[in-house]
């Protein structure tokens, strides 16, 4: 899977916006951005995943760069509970019956939500 | 939402003792995985399993470690002669189809492994 890289740490206020970057610059033209995020004492938890345009759910939006080498998760009223720590992951949809099936996750991105 | 139940959360042993870890995952779903997280580390991928056999599994996956699928629901992790170093939280993920624009796995909350 292709490399991610994303900052150590994040601090965001409550109720404020908070845009989380994510780099991967050797993504290829299959490969789709999944964020899934950690929270303290838990599983991981699917945010959201795109491949070429931006994607809304209820949860969060997600940017995608034109040129696809980058990624922005898009929190639009931080609370508490969002703090955690965030997975920018690639994974390859283009072959999809012979190609890994895992997901490989990174050191993440600790965000921290100030009351 | 449903859910991936995983029992026990805490299981301590003693070295060289078998341990089973139990996960239930979502009724429909097709494919099964085994992570685990040591302390302050990263999630690390163990075994995919499909089809009643293992798809993938990584290097950590040794011959110390099996999973079953003995019945329609449940997905096992033994671990035959626990180790220290085998200490870590343990997750079970499952995923419904093998399509990549619903590849979304859903994780269980976990099992810690204790091993003394």
């Known amino acids: 899977d292709a490399k991610t890289t994303q900052p150590n740490s994040m601090e965001s206020n409550e109720e404020e916006p908070v845009h989380l970057p994510c780099n991967h610059s050797?993504?290829?033209?299959?490969?789709?951005i999944h964020w899934y995020r950690q929270l303290p004492s838990q599983g991981p938890e699917y945010v959201i995943h795109?491949?070429?345009s931006n994607v809304n759910n209820r949860m969060a939006s997600l940017a995608i760069a034109e040129d696809r080498k980058s990624s922005t998760l898009i929190l639009h009223r931080a609370t508490l509970r969002d703090a955690a720590v965030y997975y920018c992951?690639?994974?390859?949809?283009?072959?999809?019956?012979?190609?890994?099936?895992?997901?490989?996750f990174g050191k993440g991105m600790k965000l921290t939500v100030n009351p | 939402e449903p859910e991936v139940t995983q029992t026990p959360s805490h299981q301590v042993t003693q070295m060289g003792q078998e341990v089973i870890l139990r996960c239930v995952p979502i009724?429909?779903?097709?494919?099964f995985y085994w992570y685990r997280q040591i302390l302050g580390q990263k999630v690390e991928f163990l075994v995919s399993?499909?089809?009643?056999?293992?798809?993938?599994k990584s290097e950590i996956f040794d011959d110390q470690f099996s999973v079953e699928r003995p019945d329609g629901s449940n997905f096992t992790l033994k671990i035959r002669s626990t180790k220290l170093e085998d200490s870590a939280m343990y997750f079970c993920?499952?995923?419904?189809?093998?399509?990549?624009?619903?590849?979304?796995?859903?994780f269980g909350s976990g099992t810690q492994l204790s091993v003394l």
């Open positions: 993920a499952s995923r419904e189809v093998r399509v990549a624009t619903n590849e979304k796995l859903f």
């Open positions: 050797t993504i290829s033209g299959t490969d789709y």
């Open positions: 795109g491949l070429t």
């Open positions: 992951i690639l994974r390859d949809g283009g072959v999809q019956w012979s190609g890994s099936e895992k997901l490989v």
């Open positions: 009724s429909n779903h097709l494919y």
């Open positions: 399993f499909y089809n009643n056999e293992i798809s993938e």
